[in-house]
């Protein structure tokens, strides 16, 4: 401002104006990202990926529990079969990255949300993470690495083997 | 003023004197208010008060207020100025929704039960009704609510057309009244999101043709703190005593920030 | 006791003072002390519009519009000021709009402009086109723009502190001629922080007083409950003389009871105003037009019915505006206001029931008077150095004894500018001046006073009285008979607000202590308008004597000043001088008002 | 602000549940026993139950999630909000009626007790 300062000093003359823009410092913002569009991002992520999630989850909850015998007809088996197909692979892959993407990030806003404390925030933010990674991991891994027909140690099939191991 | 209208109208007239006109009692009925008290200068315990007081048809829940501080507790303290609406002072929870006192009447309260008054939600409790509203002022101020032109001011006016002019029309009306970032569930849980309020304002200069700075405001609301946090619950657009859809132009804003990085 | 410094310090933070704050603000080292935010100040609350001869939609001329003001302060305008204000008007208008005020727009894109009773072309022949407007929220969007320009340029805001003293002092200067006269100062203000409590002394090289009105020394008004005529006596206790207190514009149509403004639209549209027996009494008062006689005779009517017995409702106190005969969807396109305000507050459905209403307080006409330049003066022709005063706390002359709809809301901007420059630029070479010994004192005292006292009277009850007895005795009608009524009620209220006590004993937001020292106020100014209303012997534009129904040009072409003065008792009221000020000509001779 | 409440609260749950429904799948790389014993429980009459409010949650959380995305993509989408959110629990409704009546049919039909 161009203000000429009246510099003879009163007492109380340096006190600044209360309630007036400049306000206890308990209520200023904290530390903001200035200039990353990283919540932009996370916002439209949430869009995208619930959109897809629609379409992965309902037809994994059809073709699981309401195809053929349902619920009943889930054991190893029926797994194995399904990963046999690589698009099934491709399907349960995406849905894995995208399902824990979309809710690590829909537990992030929420923790930032109700942890009043850095501290607290940042604990719960790290577990989080942690868990969403240690999670993404191993169910790519399992996905990839999944070998359908088991041997025992005899060198046999397994009998809950799915019936086209047979044909190999 | 428009010439008189025809004067045959005259007798069509609905009303009936009898009921309308002089004579007989205006109704009156007992309102029991309870209001959360607070003074920290005699003691750290919020209390609830109450009292039963004699109101008539056409008071508001700002009278019953007065009512009591005039005649009962004069330390009941709340703001208040122009008691029609337009002044934006009286923001308060009555009955658990954020309203302005001087624009609830008491007869469209159920008053069966005591009508409960509480501050708004969100801000720091200075006495009673009273709240700090620094922190709301500070967002407000923070998304440069000002009109920014760099080009040469013309003579005369700026040309806008009505069009354009319409375009941001529903959110001149806030009176910064706080009733709606007060009502938001985002704020109220750690007190850090821009609100409604300061969005709804931004909104107001990002979309006026003559503004240059909206992409500055943008800037300022994609913040972690801002537009990406409101999670479209409408506690706002219910709260708004102007009838501002605010969520609506938070959405506005939303998408403006959108276009705007792609 | 804490104390700032600064150059310009502006009391109040409605239209005229943050107008005057953005030009100071840039100049000097500003404060402006507010008892309300900002933006909770009455300027938000007005309706219609601005007016400026912009011929944006038909030819129109300053002139024209100084006429229309001066005419319709029934000639008791100062013309110079009237032609300062009708001049500047258009560029008031330009400012704000590059400020960012959204006016409405004309279809070329122009600000867009409406009709306003009482602004005419040529002289009287026509209306015209002068009121620039932003929907039906012309105030609020004045309020809001200021508001923001103040954020942009830094202005510094002390909110809700009340300013409760003025800080001047007196010295002896010589004439001329060699003889002397005592010259007041500008010291400072005495200000008390609503949040805590504590007393702050502003030293100031220039103070600005931009208060507002006094709405609500009377019981029906439109004005809020914080315009209590704060700035006009603190002005008047420093000595300061008060120009023509007893105009007050009254509306017709207020809500009964509530006094929240029905604009005049609803009696255009074909509204008409009934009595408690059904009748359109307007018939008998004036055959011709009606309910569309000009607003000091409608009111006058109602009132009249009132008095007489024919008012309706349980305590026969307003009439009735009835709209019932009228389409809804026709009452829906022109009149949603009016709609809207009756069904929220009174809970009538005007499409099938009448309308309570009744004159409603709406405008102070006097006020502290002030130079084109917004100098306050101590006498008819002696500023006060560093003392300035915008908006309706202010009597420049611009209304003269009745104001023109829309020309308030350019009031304070034209004035308010100019009281913001003005300040700024005495600031700039003057010294500050000592701030008296013990500045607090006054208001200290009065405050604790007030705390300790145990004389069990009632702020609330007090102030019912003083506006029961105003509402009763002062408002559109009045006589030597009323007025001495009033004045003998409000003498009984003074000696009892001695003993007012209050029940809030905290330092924190105590409101309770403030309405107390409001309550004083308004006595104060309730007093000095009714001295004014006993000695102006003639009716006016907002002052109609029932004994002295005529204008009398010959006595009373005058501004009245009523001065604080201990000594001084004229017609039985002690403590008031009566005196007068000359009208200033400058080119339209006073004419019968006639529309 | 209920249907956010709601959103919220599936959310969350469905999150939970995930973390855990992969760790099981995991157990195909251990040992196909392992993975049948596991899956065995949710064959478990009163985990059915709990499927189906899973299912009702993750069912709740897509359509209600699905309106969000409207409000904010469609221009008139804050108008409707209220509208939407009635066809969301209408098709929440239908839709958990046809899969309760199906998941238990099935459940029921290959179910040998206990
Ligand atoms: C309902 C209504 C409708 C109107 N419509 C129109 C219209 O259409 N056109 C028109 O031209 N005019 C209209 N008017 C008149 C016009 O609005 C007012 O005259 C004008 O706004 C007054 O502005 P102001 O800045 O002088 O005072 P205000 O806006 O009243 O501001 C007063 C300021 O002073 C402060 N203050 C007061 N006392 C103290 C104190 N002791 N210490 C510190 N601060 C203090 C307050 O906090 C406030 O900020 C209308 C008035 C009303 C009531
Ligand atoms: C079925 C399809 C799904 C859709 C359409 C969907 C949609 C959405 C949307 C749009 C949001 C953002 C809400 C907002 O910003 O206000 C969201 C949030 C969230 N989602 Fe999903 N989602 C789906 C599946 C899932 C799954 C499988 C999980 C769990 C892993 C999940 C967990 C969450 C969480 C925790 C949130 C945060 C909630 C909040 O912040 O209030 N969602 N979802
Ligand atoms: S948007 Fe509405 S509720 Fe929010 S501050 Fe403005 S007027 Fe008040
Ligand atoms: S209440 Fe809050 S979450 Fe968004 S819609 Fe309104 S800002
Ligand atoms: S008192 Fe002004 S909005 Fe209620």
Redesign the pocket.
């Known amino acids: 401002m161009t203000t000429t300062k009246s510099d003879a000093l009163l007492p109380a003359q340096g006190i600044e104006a209360p309630r007036s823009g400049r306000i206890d410092p308990k209520y200023l913002r904290r530390g903001s990202s200035k200039s990353s569009s990283f919540e932009m991002a996370a916002w439209v992520f949430m869009r995208v990926s619930g959109a897809a999630l629609v379409v992965l989850i309902f037809v994994h909850l059809a073709v699981n529990l309401l195809v053929g015998e349902g619920i009943h007809q889930i054991d190893f088996g029926f797994v194995a079969g399904k990963w046999a197909n690589p698009v099934w692979q491709f399907w349960d892959l995406t849905m894995l990255w995208l399902a824990m993407l979309h809710g690590g990030n829909g537990m992030r806003t929420i923790i930032n949300d109700y942890a009043e404390k850095d501290s607290t925030r940042v604990w719960l933010k790290s577990i989080l993470y942690l868990s969403v990674i240690v999670i993404i991991v191993l169910g790519t891994m399992v996905i990839f690495t999944f070998e359908p027909c088991l041997l025992d140690n005899a060198g046999q099939l397994l009998e809950s083997s799915p019936s086209f191991c047979q044909n190999v | 003023m428009s010439t008189p209208t025809k004067e045959a109208a005259e007798p069509a007239s609905k009303i009936d004197m009898k009921e309308s006109g002089g004579g007989g009692e205006v109704p009156s009925f007992d309102v029991t208010i309870q209001v959360r008290r607070y003074d920290p200068e005699f003691s750290d315990e919020a209390r609830w008060d109450e009292w039963t007081v004699t109101m008539y048809g056409t008071d508001r829940v700002l009278d019953a207020l007065h009512k009591v501080k005039w005649e009962i507790d004069g330390s009941l303290t709340f703001r208040r100025s122009c008691a029609h609406g337009v002044c934006g002072s009286d923001a308060m929870r009555i009955n658990g929704r954020n309203r302005l006192a001087c624009k609830v009447l008491l007869k469209d309260l159920d008053l069966s039960k005591p009508v409960l008054v509480e501050p708004i939600k969100g801000l720091p409790v200075e006495k009673d009704l009273i709240v700090d509203m620094e922190p709301f002022f500070q967002s407000y101020r923070e998304i440069m609510p000002f009109m920014v032109n760099n080009s040469p001011a013309p003579t005369g006016e700026r040309i806008q057309s009505p069009e354009e002019r319409e375009r941001f029309d529903d959110t001149t009306k806030c009176i910064l009244c706080a009733a709606c970032t007060s009502s938001c569930p985002v704020f109220w849980t750690d007190g850090q999101y821009f609100g409604p309020a300061a969005i709804v304002n931004a909104h107001r200069f990002i979309f006026d043709s003559r503004d240059d700075a909206g992409d500055m405001r943008l800037e300022v609301l994609n913040d972690k703190e801002g537009v990406w946090r409101c999670r479209t619950t409408f506690n706002c657009t219910d709260a708004c005593p102007r009838g501002i859809e605010v969520t609506k132009a938070i959405q506005e804003v939303k998408r403006a920030v959108l276009t705007r990085s792609m | 006791m804490q104390v700032h410094k600064y150059d310009v310090v502006i009391?109040?933070?409605?239209?005229?003072?943050m107008r005057a704050a953005i030009e100071s603000g840039q100049r000097a080292h500003t404060a402006v002390?507010?008892?309300?935010y900002?933006t909770r100040?009455?300027?938000g609350?007005?309706?219609?519009?601005?007016c400026a001869a912009l011929a944006n939609v038909e030819e129109d001329n300053w002139e024209w519009h100084t006429f229309d003001t001066v005419k319709g302060g029934d000639y008791l305008v100062d013309q110079d000021a009237a032609e300062v204000m009708a001049k500047e008007a258009i560029d008031a208008v330009l400012d704000l709009e590059k400020m960012g005020l959204p006016f409405n727009r004309t279809p070329e894109g122009k600000i867009d402009q409406r009709r306003f009773g009482g602004h005419t072309r040529d002289h009287g022949k026509a209306a015209v086109r002068r009121a620039c407007y932003a929907a039906d929220r012309?105030?609020h969007m004045i309020l809001q723009t200021l508001y923001q320009n103040c954020v942009k340029h830094n202005v510094e805001f002390y909110n809700e502190?009340?300013?409760?003293d003025l800080l001047t002092v007196d010295e002896e200067v010589t004439r001329e001629d060699g003889t002397t006269y005592m010259q007041k100062k500008t010291a400072g203000v005495v200000s008390y922080d609503l949040a805590n409590g504590e007393i702050h002394v502003f030293q100031a090289k220039s103070v600005v007083f931009?208060?507002?009105?006094l709405g609500k020394i009377f019981k029906t008004t439109?004005?809020a409950h914080?315009?209590t005529a704060?700035?006009m006596a603190l002005a008047y206790r420093a000595g300061i003389p008060l120009e023509d207190m007893e105009f007050v514009q009254f509306h017709p149509t207020g809500l009964a009871g509530l006094g929240i403004?029905l604009s005049e639209a609803a009696r255009g549209e074909g509204g008409i105003l009934r009595n408690s027996e059904g009748e359109r009494f307007m018939e008998r008062y004036a055959p011709t037009i009606k309910d569309l006689a000009p607003r000091d005779i409608v009111a006058r009517s109602m009132a009249n019915e009132v008095r007489e017995g024919r008012g309706a409702g349980p305590n026969k106190d307003y009439v009735l505006l009835d709209l019932t005969h009228l389409e809804p969807a026709h009452i829906d396109a022109k009149l949603p206001d009016i709609t809207e305000f009756a069904r929220t507050y009174l809970g009538v459905e005007p499409y099938t029931e009448p309308v309570p209403v009744f004159p409603t307080c709406?405008?102070a006409m006097g006020g502290v008077p002030t130079t084109v330049k917004s100098e306050v003066l101590q006498d008819n022709d002696t500023i006060v150095p560093g003392l300035f005063a915008a908006?309706?706390?202010a009597c420049v002359s611009v209304h003269g004894s009745n104001r023109l709809?829309?020309?308030?809301?350019?009031d304070?901007n034209v004035f308010g500018k100019r009281a913001g420059l003005a300040a700024a630029e005495y600031a700039a070479t003057a010294e500050f001046v000592d701030i008296p010994e013990n500045p607090t004192a006054f208001t200290e005292n009065q405050l604790n006073a007030m705390r300790a006292s145990t004389g069990g009277e009632r702020t609330a009850t007090l102030r019912a009285e003083l506006q029961e007895t105003m509402d009763a005795n002062m408002q559109v009608f009045r006589s030597e008979e009323t007025i001495k009524e009033a004045l003998a009620v409000i003498a009984d209220l003074r000696k009892r607000y001695k003993n007012v006590q209050i029940q809030d004993k905290g330092k924190r937001f105590n409101l309770d202590l403030l309405e107390a020292v409001e309550l004083g106020f308004l006595l104060d100014m309730a007093e000095v308008m009714t001295v004014a209303a006993l000695h102006r012997k003639e009716s006016r534009g907002g002052h109609y004597r029932e004994d002295f129904p005529e204008r009398d040009d010959e006595n009373f072409m005058l501004h009245s000043m009523m001065y604080l003065d201990p000594e001084s008792s004229t017609d039985g009221t002690n403590g008031i001088r009566a005196d007068t000020k000359p009208v200033v000509f400058t080119r339209y001779e006073p004419m019968e008002r006639k529309y | 602000m209920w249907s956010w409440v709601g959103h919220r609260i599936t959310g969350v749950g469905i999150f939970f549940f995930l973390l855990v429904h992969v760790l099981d799948t995991s157990l195909v790389r251990v040992s196909p026993e392992a993975y049948d014993a596991v899956i065995g429980a949710y064959k478990n009459p009163i985990m059915i139950v709990g499927e189906i409010g899973l299912v009702g949650a993750i069912v709740f959380h897509a359509f209600n999630g699905l309106r969000i995305i409207l409000v904010d993509f469609w221009s008139q989408g804050t108008r409707y909000h209220r509208q939407m959110l009635w066809a969301v629990m209408g098709l929440w409704v239908i839709t958990m009626i046809g899969f309760t009546v199906r998941h238990l049919m099935l459940f029921l039909d290959g179910w040998g007790g206990f």
Not at chain 3, 11 to 17: T, Y
Not at chain 3, 45 to 50: I, L, R, S, T, V
Request: glycine share 24%; charged share 5%.
């Open positions: 009391v109040g933070a409605g239209g005229a003072g002390l507010t008892k309300l900002p100040s009455h300027t609350a007005a309706q219609g519009g601005m012309t105030g502190y009340y300013v409760l931009a208060t507002g009105g439109s004005n914080t315009l704060d700035g403004l709406h405008y908006g309706e706390v709809g829309t020309n308030s809301l350019l304070i």
